[in-house]
C-alpha cells in the first residue's frame, strides 16, 4: 500500500536545500510519498551512469574540445 504523506508549514521550516530561493515566510505543502525499495538492479545502473558522468573531467578539455577531436578523428 503506498502512503502519501501532506503537510502545510512555512518555508522557513524546511531545510535550506530543499527550500531554494522560496521566501521563508510564504506558506508552502510538502507531499511525502513512500515509493518502496530501492531496486538493486536500478541502483547499480545509477552508480555506474554516474562513474561514467565523471569520466575524463580530469582531462582538462572542453566539451566543445572533445567533440571537436571526435568530428577529426571521424573525418580523418
Known sequence: MTRV????LTAGDL???LR??????????VVVEDIGA??????AAARRIRALAGVGRDMNVSI???VRRVRDLRDE
Open 5 to 8: 504523506i501532506h503537510r502545510e
Open 20 to 29: 531554494g530561493d522560496i521566501d521563508p515566510t510564504h506558506r508552502v505543502r
Open 64 to 66: 566543445e574540445e572533445a
Open 38 to 43: 530501492v531496486d538493486a538492479a536500478r541502483s
Open 15 to 17: 531545510p535550506e536545500s
